[in-house]
DNA sequence: CTTACTTTTAACCAGTTGGTTAAACTATAT
DNA sequence: ATATAGTTTAACCAACTGGTTAAAAGTAAG
């Protein structure tokens, strides 16, 4: 039997394997599964589209691969702040800070996220499961914080859809946002998603800490 | 020159025309652009599907006209509440009721406008630009009600970005939500939702009312 | 060099999709 | 009744799409 050199296979398959997942990835992002097309992901990553189906069998083996990723790499910087031991004013603060930039850096995730999970989401649903991710001890966190009298009692699940909302829609609907508050200046409206870092923060302070 | 009967005509194009555009709002609502297909579509009316293409031309032309009428049914009713001559304070509780409604009615409205603006959003901008939808009035409208000292001083753009996002968010990422705070339980999530009709109107009170 | 194995490619295929065509049907006006 | 116009249908088509195949190119080991 022959052996593998286990080098030089690694590094090729890396390679092909990397640039295919970048590109599908870019792709997907814009298009989603629907819009998406295989021959485009191979142009883009500049390879024969029956590499594709080489490396991932299906489209939607590829899909999967992709949208676990960006799971997986997105969630858990999150969590980490949330369940960190600093006061919850900082904690907050930070939390904010950590989803924004998050999504300044992905500005496509959004729109991605909430269009796939409506067309399928069961395997949404099996992503979550199977992703360790558990929301109940950030909503026992806040709980804590509202027995302490930290901040004002509420519906804890309304506090955390509060804030996520507040994050994310502003990103997720740029393109109705931006036309209908600024005449369509893409200029004007990045200045204005920057400037909710501290906005956003003001308002849900005001909306959560007693006075 | 043979007279028609407008009568006659009239009734039945009516007819066929309008279960073609109801067919064609509930797949296309679901299923989005890329995602619909014109058999399904012709199947969901119950007619063949040349008839689609002989009332409206291309599958690009029923969208279009689908989208525009949601877009005109939708946002009057938000506008006219805006615009009326109450309290500030029962000015917003009717917003955000009467938007909270709209979307209890049309649960796909917030993710399928989202899907499609990022898919096309030239197309989305002309639809705007056309449609007679003024938001600078409503920011104005707001900004003399922080300078009368009614509600804290802020950028009007936050304001009404936040109010729109609280509201819509929670429709929008139904899935997502319902999962991670819920289990997938859908009872438990449309509770939730109802009560949030109140719980999200005491978040923007006492983010913007002084006290 | 040969062998065994993996990676890459070009050509191809079957199913689907939006869209067309020509004929059949319906209703009115003369 | 029949001509005329709009309405509806079945059959068809070209383009596209995800996926396959078989052969070529590359690579490490004996």
Redesign the interface.
Known sequence: MVKLSDKMNNIKKDNTEQKIMDAAHTVFLK??M??ARMQEIANEAGINKALLHYYFRTKQKLFEAIFKQIFKDSFPIIRKTLLSDIPIREKMDLFIDSYINLLSKNP?LP?F???E???D?EF??NV?KGSG?N?SEI?AMLEKEMGKGNI?K??P??L???I???S???F??K???S????N?DQKAYKI?LQ??RE??K???F???FL?
């Open positions: 298009k989603g629907d819009g496509f729109a996220l909430l269009k999970i409506h067309r989401p949404f649903a979550i991710i929301p909503l004002r509420m519906n699940c309304d955390i859809t509060n996520i909302a507040l994310v829609f502003p997720a609907a393109p109705l946002l036309i209908m508050l600024f369509g204005f400037e909710r906005t956003v003001e308002f849900i005001n909306a959560i006075k």
